[in-house]
């Protein structure tokens, strides 16, 4: 059976293949240099005896050397365990106790974090960076080892990688990937359109699945990778001033900032292919995304845990620019070889446009959480992944996000959905974002409170009020508004709604 990395590897072999990666100004790695590089890794650690079933974490930003890794680790039937960097040293080293890898690839700037992390004392560190701190040196691991296939023997429930969760709950668990899983996203993936010598970037980190299956993507396909150590706008722009890039995924924030650095003005830009993730897009900036950069553009809705689920395509965001907007709010149809329902608690199906919780059975899914059976048994039930979003489905199969189930707002014995409200604040002229939340009220249960972005003169509440009463039920009509000047997000993007409710509830007690 053909592994998941022989699969990636057959893609230098594609006619038209690029050149791999390149970081702009910087240099370019070649496919020949990249496997050369990861059979020489996998046979120094095979000589210092790691093996299948060993766990090797990597926290680090994104570079050529992490991608060296991953694979390198597959190689061996090591899972690799990426780890977010954006989180605070107490909760990495909660995931590192979790987690009790064998193998800690750090970044110098992270080298404390694990220095510290009693759970690394076990582990063999080695320094991503040059004379970084570390047991070992990853150049040096390169150097030592030879050019030979280390192939190892595997099948497609064998576990590649332990993901974990980008925390919109508060509590991260370690998805674990399996090569079917793997396998299946890459084919999935594989159905965009593209070819051989395109240039992509993916602005998903590459600790997130959305990050490292884009660039193992690009890997199968023969496209080249655009490497920065994380989302740089000015960058970015750059890039798309010259007409050097094909494609690239982005969170409709990041397009948001790329926009700003190229500006309104008359001139259009390149870009052919944009995919986006973690929201969906206001009409604004749809209008801007096509205006300035002539992109076709594809929405793509999953999880850790699903892959991908749903996809609002190319022909949707034309005819959402044409006027039918309330597309936008769409998550799309199922994706290629996914069964979708919308369900409720029960288990049943819920009538054509109401509300329920979208449960997915695809070949993408998490093989389940790694030492946590009762989460495992709660989100995976005979074969359906309970994804705890919930959404209606219209006539056509489309999705229209309705929130998290856990994000349901019930006041005064109604249930109100923040995507709702949302979707009505993110029309209003210089608001950038929005998150709706409940907050413990001791009259009503819980009471609205609408979080807001703002670029520019902020509206007043009087006229935010009135706009919602002019297109809401009167229950749903937030008490509060506050403005912030960033809302916190998870590394999917995602706004992370209990971080919110954790400061509103502590000011409010």
């Known amino acids: 059976m053909i592994s998941f990395v022989d699969m990636l590897e057959l893609g230098r072999r594609r006619p038209g293949a690029g050149d791999g990666f390149v970081t702009p100004g910087v240099r370019k790695w070649g496919l020949d240099e990249l496997w050369t590089d990861v059979h020489r890794l996998a046979d120094a650690l095979a000589g210092k ?41 107490a909760e990495l080293t909660t995931i590192l106790a979790h987690a009790r890898p064998e193998l800690v690839f750090v970044a110098d700037r992270y080298a404390p974090i694990v220095e510290a992390s009693p759970s690394s004392r076990n582990a063999t560190t080695v320094a991503l960076d040059p004379d970084g701190r570390g047991q070992l040196q990853f150049r040096d691991l390169v150097e030592s080892g030879h050019d030979r296939l280390h192939e190892h023997r595997t099948n497609d429930e064998d576990v590649v990688a332990v993901c974990y969760t980008s925390g919109t709950t508060g509590r991260p668990k370690g998805v674990m990937q399996s090569q079917r899983s793997m396998k299946t996203e890459i084919w999935r993936q594989s159905r965009f359109p ?22 193992f993507t690009h890997l199968a396909r023969g496209f080249t990778s655009v490497l920065l150590p994380q989302f740089d706008p000015a960058s970015l722009a750059e890039l798309v ?44 900036l749809l209008s801007r995304a096509i205006e300035h950069l002539d992109a076709e553009m594809f929405n793509l809705f999953g999880s850790t845990e699903t892959g991908l689920v749903t996809v609002l395509d190319a022909a949707d965001h034309r005819t959402a620019h044409a006027g039918r907007h309330d597309l936008l709010g769409s998550l799309g149809r199922a994706a290629p070889g996914v069964d979708v329902r919308v369900l409720d608690p029960d288990g049943e199906e819920v009538p054509e446009g109401e509300v329920g919780e979208i449960v997915c059975r695809t070949d993408g899914a998490l093989t389940g959480y790694f030492e946590n059976p009762e989460a495992t048994a709660e989100v995976l039930r005979d074969g359906w992944v309970w ?29 109100i959905y923040p995507q ?4 009505v604040l993110s029309t209003v002229q210089g608001v950038t974002d929005v998150a709706v939340i409940g907050v413990p ?22 006229s935010l009020r009135e706009l919602c009463q002019a297109r809401l039920a009167s229950f749903k009509v937030p008490g509060e508004f506050v403005w912030v000047a960033g809302l916190p997000r998870t590394a999917a993007g995602k706004i992370a709604k209990y971080r919110l409710r954790e400061e509103l509830g502590r000011r409010s007690g």
């Open 441 to 462: 009220d001791e009259r009503w249960g819980e009471s609205v409170v609408a979080v807001l972005e703002c670029r520019g003169s902020r509206p007043s509440t009087d």
């Open 241 to 284: 001033r010259g007409a050097s890039l094909d494609g690239a995924f982005l969170v409709p924030t990041m397009l948001d900032l790329l926009l700003d650095e190229l500006g309104d003005g008359p001139d259009a830009f390149r870009l052919p292919q944009l995919h986006y993730g973690g929201s969906t897009i206001s009409p604004r």
């Open 420 to 423: 709702e409200i949302e979707s």
């Open 49 to 89: 005896g790691f093996r299948a079933g060993n766990r090797a974490a990597v926290l680090a930003t994104d570079s050529y050397e992490y991608i060296v890794v991953m694979l390198a680790c597959m190689r061996l039937g090591i899972v690799y365990v990426p780890l977010n960097y954006r989180l605070a040293a």
């Open 194 to 215: 593209g070819s051989p010598g395109d240039v992509r970037y993916s602005a998903s980190p590459m600790f997130h699945v959305a990050g490292h299956r884009t660039i």
């Open 387 to 415: 994804t705890g979003d919930l959404a209606r489905r219209d006539a056509d199969g489309y999705h229209y996000s309705m929130g998290r189930s856990r994000d349901l707002i019930i006041r005064g014995g109604e249930n």
